[in-house]
C-alpha cells in the first residue's frame, strides 16, 4: 500500500509532523519532489529537528529513507542532515538516492542569488537554495544525474560544455566571477565519493517492495498552491507538489498510490510572495504569527516570519481537489484556542461576483475574502484524544470547514507531538 502525505495550500500545513507519525507503520518514506528549499520540523523523543532533505520517518530503526528522481538533490546538504541527525543520538538511519535523481551544483545556488538580486523588488522570494536554476537545467537537459557521477568521460565533457554556456550569462548578465571548469570537475568527484554509499536503483527496489507488500509514504513538500501547473503561478516553486508527481519522481505506477492524506492547518500561512487572499495585518498578525505552529510561524529554512491569515475554504478546497485527497489532516488546531470569535473565508469577491471556485492568479490578485465568524473555543485542547471531548464550538468549527471543504477529516492535529493526534475514523 502507499500512501501519499502532500499539502493544500502554500506549505508548512504540518506534513512532516504527520509523515513521521505514519512512519511508525511503513517500511519505506519516500521523498519525491523539491529539494532542500523547504523545511519539515519534526518533534519527537530526540528533541526538534528541521529537516530539509532527508523524509521525515529518518527517525524510526524500523524505515528505509529515500530519496527519490524527482528531488533537487544537495549532496552536501544531504551528508551534512544525516551527520546532523546521528550526531544528536538518532541512529544511523537506511538511507537510498536514486540512481536518476539529478544534483543541485553550487552554481545553481550562486544563479539563484543572482537572479534574486537582480529582479530586485520584484523577486520570487526564494530561498536561494539553487531550486529554481535546478529544474531549469534539468528540462533543459544540462543537469547532472546522479548516474553520471560514475562516468568520468561522460562528466569531464559535460562540465566544459555547461560552464561555457554558463558562462556567457555570469560574464554578461550578473557580471559575476565565471566557472571554472577543473574546479567544478573536482567538486562532482568528491561528491562520488559523498553519495556512492547510498545510490540505488529506486523504482526497481520500490517495484520489489511493493511485491512484498511493504508499506510505503510519499512525502511531498510545499503544497497545491504551490505547484506550477495548478498553483499561483509564477508565485510557484518549480516541481509538481501534487500526489499525482509522486508515482512519477519516486518511479511507481500511478495506480499503486492508494490513500492521499492531505494536511490542511486550521489556518494560513505562506512563505514568500504572491496572492493570499485571507491574510491578515497588524497586531491581529502578529499575535496568530506567535502563537502559531510550534514556537510560532517563522521559516523551518530561513526564519523569515511567515505571513498568516483566517483559514481559507475556497483556496483548501481547491487544493484538496488538485491533490485527489482521500483524508484530510486537520492540524495546529490548538492555537486558535485563544480567540473569541474565528474568521474563515467562504469565498472570494471579484469582479463584482463572489466565488467558491479557486480562480486564476490575475483574478486572484483583487480578491476579496468574504469571511464568516464562527464563535471560539477559548480552552487548551492539547492532551485531547478522543474527537467527542473536544470542546463544542471547537467541534463545530472543524465540521463547519468539513462541510465547505467537501473532503472528510479524518485526523485532527492539536499539537507538534507524535501523540497529538484525533483520529476520526480508522484510516
Ligand atoms: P511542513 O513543511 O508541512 O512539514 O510544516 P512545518 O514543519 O514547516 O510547519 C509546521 C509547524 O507546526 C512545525 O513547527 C510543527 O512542529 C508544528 N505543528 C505540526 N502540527 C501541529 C499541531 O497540531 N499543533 C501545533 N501547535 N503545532 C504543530
Not at 562520488?192 to 527496489?205: G, I, N
Not at 521559516?299 to 475556497?314: I, L, N, Q, S
Amino acid at each position: 500500500m502507499v500512501k501519499a502525505i502532500v499539502g493544500a495550500n502554500w506549505g508548512d500545513e504540518g506534513k512532516g509532523k504527520i509523515t513521521d507519525m505514519l512512519a511508525k507503520e511503513a517500511d519505506i518514506i519516500v521523498r519525491f519532489q523539491g529539494g532542500a528549499n523547504a523545511g519539515h520540523t519534526i518533534v519527537n523523543d530526540y528533541g526538534k529537528f528541521a529537516l530539509h532533505t532527508l523524509p521525515s520517518g529518518v527517525f524510526y530503526g524500523h524505515t528505509t529513507s529515500i530519496i527519490g528522481n524527482g528531488v533537487a538533490l544537495d549532496i552536501p546538504v544531504l551528508i551534512e542532515e544525516i551527520q546532523s541527525i546521528t550526531d544528536r543520538g538518532v541512529p544511523a538511519p537506511k538511507v537510498l538516492v536514486s540512481d536518476r535523481a539529478q544534483i543541485v551544483m553550487p552554481y545553481h545556488v550562486l544563479f539563484d542569488q543572482y537572479e534574486e538580486e537582480r529582479l530586485g523588488g520584484k523577486s520570487f522570494g526564494s530561498t536561494k537554495s539553487g531550486i529554481a536554476p535546478f529544474y531549469s537545467d534539468k528540462f533543459a537537459k544540462i543537469g547532472f544525474q546522479v548516474s553520471e557521477l560514475f562516468y568520468d568521460d561522460i562528466l569531464k565533457e559535460k562540465v566544459k560544455r555547461v560552464c561555457e554556456l554558463k558562462n556567457v550569462l555570469l560574464e554578461h548578465l550578473y557580471h559575476k566571477p565565471l566557472l571554472d571548469p577543473d574546479a567544478l570537475l573536482a567538486t562532482l568527484q568528491e561528491y562520488r565519493e559523498l553519495v556512492a554509499p547510498y545510490v540505488c536503483d529506486v523504482s526497481l527496489y520500490l517495484d520489489k517492495a511493493l511485491k512484498d507488500g511493504k508499506n510505503i509514504l510519499l512525502e511531498g513538500q510545499l503544497g497545491t498552491l504551490k505547484d506550477p501547473d495548478h498553483g499561483i503561478y509564477p508565485m510557484v516553486t518549480s516541481s509538481s507538489t501534487l500526489a499525482a508527481y509522486g508515482a512519477v519522481g519516486a518511479g511507481i505506477p500511478p495506480y499503486e498510490i492508494g490513500k492521499i492524506i492531505t494536511v490542511c492547518k486550521a489556518y494560513s500561512s505562506a512563505v514568500g510572495a504572491g496572492a493570499f487572499v485571507s491574510e491578515i495585518f497588524g497586531e491581529e498578525a502578529e499575535e496568530l504569527r506567535r502563537r502559531g505552529g510550534d514556537g510560532g510561524e517563522y521559516g523551518a529554512k530561513t526564519g523569515r516570519p511567515r505571513r498568516v491569515g483566517w483559514f481559507d475554504c475556497v483556496a483548501s478546497k481547491y487544493g484538496l481537489r488538485l491533490q485527489g485527497t482521500t483524508d484530510v489532516a486537520f492540524t495546529v488546531l490548538d492555537v486558535l484556542g485563544y480567540l473569541d470569535e474565528i474568521p474563515v473565508c467562504v469565498g472570494y469577491e471579484a469582479d463584482g461576483e463572489v466565488t467558491s471556485d479557486f480562480p486564476v492568479t490575475g483574478k486572484l490578485s483583487h480578491a476579496k475574502p468574504v469571511l464568516k465568524i464562527l464563535p471560539g473555543w477559548k480552552e487548551d485542547i492539547r492532551g485531547i484524544r478522543e474527537y467527542e471531548k473536544l470542546p463544542e464550538n471547537c467541534r463545530k468549527y472543524v465540521e463547519f470547514i468539513e462541510g465547505q471543504i467537501g473532503y472528510p477529516i479524518t485526523m485532527v492535529s492539536n499539537g507538534p507531538g507524535r501523540e497529538d493526534i484525533i483520529y476520526r475514523s480508522v484510516l
